[in-house]
């Protein structure tokens, strides 16, 4: 779970909101997660054609992708999309970190989700643990 912060903002987003008030566990639905997580989005899965993408400095451009073998890549896209946020959450489920709760009949096709108490214990331990330096 380290390696991909998306899925420590899911668990933080779930734990708790500051200025808030509401009882805990929180219930979100879907729709509300992605709109928060997008903003903070950190792709991180590697391009898997074999692009070179130069270092840039502050306020230059990338332009076309310098090809080392095959075909021309595209560049790599960094923004989420539903397929992403789903990847992510059915994984959190999965390792039973959040849940996925029934919905009321006024709403059934909004999933809404709800931290576990692995979660919980989850985003605890990452946060007590050193940063690295880097």
Do not use: C
């Amino acid at each position: 779970m380290g390696n991909n912060p998306n899925y420590l903002r899911v668990l933080a987003l779930l734990d708790f909101t500051p200025g808030t008030t509401e009882p805990l566990p929180r219930v979100l639905p879907r729709s509300y997660i992605k709109n928060q997580l997008e903003a903070f989005y950190v792709p991180t899965r590697k391009n898997k054609r074999n692009v070179d993408i130069p270092n840039l400095k502050p306020g230059e451009q990338l332009g076309l992708p310098i090809v080392t073998k095959g075909k021309p890549a595209k560049p790599v896209q960094h923004t989420m999309n539903q397929g992403t946020l789903t990847h992510i959450l059915s994984t959190l489920e999965s390792w039973n970190l959040i849940r996925n709760m029934p919905v009321q009949a006024a709403n059934r096709k909004e999933k809404m989700y709800q931290i576990t108490s692995s979660g919980e214990l989850a985003l605890r331990f990452n946060e007590s643990r050193p940063q690295k330096r880097e």
